[in-house]
Nanobody, 127 residues
Framework: QVQLVESGGGPVQAGDSLRLACAAS????????SGWFRQAPGKEREFVAA????????YYADFVKGRFTVSKDNAKNTVTLQMNSLKPEDTAVYYC????????????????????WGQGTQVTVSS
């Protein structure tokens, strides 16, 4: 089992940047594909970004392409989400997720594919 803890959220102004971190503990994170999701009040949880366990391949939701970057450091057991040019519509609770993967090239956009979740970190962007 692996436990995930997110950090780095907070209140910011539109146009600002934030860097979210997801720290994994419990066992080696190196064979886990990871993803970031978010959930705004009254809305369903939606996919934001995903990364393979090797960290070599990434995938983004259209609404964050060019603004957000996901990366993985297996030596430090962390996944980060760099968020630039934040918009008020980015306001949500952001969740880190992970699943042990047998293939280095696999990533997932479906939250049902993940079986490990963090508690979430709030990001609030004001205009």
């Amino acid at each position: 089992q692996v436990q995930l803890v997110e950090s780095g959220g907070g209140p910011v102004q539109a146009g600002d940047s934030l860097r979210l971190a997801c720290a994994a503990s419990g066992q080696s994170f190196s064979l886990y594909a990871s993803g970031w999701f978010r959930q705004a009040p009254g809305k369903e949880r939606e996919f934001v970004a995903a990364i393979t366990w090797s960290g070599r391949s990434t995938y983004y939701a259209d609404f964050v392409k060019g603004r957000f970057t996901v990366s993985k450091d297996n030596a430090k057991n962390t996944v980060t989400l760099q968020m630039n040019s934040l918009k008020p519509e980015d306001t949500a609770v952001y969740y880190c997720a992970a699943v042990r993967s047998s293939a280095s090239s696999v990533y997932y956009t479906d939250p049902l594919r993940y079986n490990h979740w963090g508690q979430g970190t709030q990001v609030t962007v004001s205009s």
